[in-house]
């Protein structure tokens, strides 16, 4: 899987998530630039990771990755490990 | 009250308990919430409909999922999430409501379980079924 490729899904992921097509991700994007993205929506947005990548977030980095680059580095690597 | 961790569950794991929605609590939910429709608040106009006696609010049967979760499954540790629920048939007062929620999915990283619920009436009717999701702190 291509870094474009996980960009492509988890942007579907978040328009799911947030109920918003507008969101286009970078890799900088974080929780300031999506309005509703909380700590409660958060919970919901790595489930809905977890579930389309078929990969475990590992627990210590569930509250600590910066951004959507971040998370798309975890998902690259827990898809090569899994 | 039960006070089961997220270590203590598994899916396909049941609960369930009976309740009963008397006059008193209708009474005490229209209060709370000040919806004073009659189909909830006045025999006659419930019989003028074709009920046997008062309706009871759809939003109270359904408060029942608060008990389910946070007393029953998981119990002390819950805290819920996002509930939904289809009322299927009218729950009238004084009926049995037989709660149970089923574990149907978990997530380990976020310790969140998803509860299917259902409830039954006395004459084993299904009068409400919904989803529930419940993270369990600890």
């Given at each position: 899987m291509t870094r474009e490729e996980v960009f492509e899904r988890l942007t579907e992921v978040f328009r799911n998530v947030f109920d918003d097509d507008s969101i286009e991700l970078l890799?900088?994007?974080?929780?300031?630039?999506?309005?509703?993205?909380?700590s409660f929506e958060h919970i919901n947005l790595i489930v809905a990771v977890e579930k389309e990548f078929s990969i475990k977030i590992p627990m210590g980095k569930v509250t600590t990755m910066k951004d959507v680059g971040e998370m798309a580095d975890i998902i690259l690597q827990e898809s090569v490990s899994s | 009250m039960n006070h089961y961790g997220y270590k203590d569950l598994k899916p396909g794991m049941k609960m369930s308990f009976d309740a009963v929605l008397d006059e008193e609590k209708l009474n005490m939910f229209r209060i709370i919430t000040?919806?004073?429709?009659?189909?909830?608040?006045?025999r006659q106009y419930a019989e003028s409909k074709g009920y046997r006696d008062r309706v009871v609010f759809g939003m109270l049967s359904a408060s029942l999922m608060s008990t389910l979760a946070g007393?029953?499954?998981?119990?002390?540790?819950s805290l819920i999430q996002s509930v939904e629920s289809k009322f299927i048939k009218p729950v009238i007062l004084g009926d049995v409501i037989t709660v149970t929620g089923e574990i149907t999915d978990m997530n380990d990283t976020v310790q969140r379980i998803e509860l299917k619920v259902t409830m039954m009436n006395d004459k084993g009717e299904k009068v409400l079924k919904g989803k529930m999701q419940v993270l369990v702190n600890g």
């Open positions: 890799e900088t994007t974080t929780s300031k630039d999506i309005e509703d993205w909380d | 000040g919806d004073v429709n009659p189909l909830h608040n006045d007393v029953y499954l998981p119990g002390e540790k």
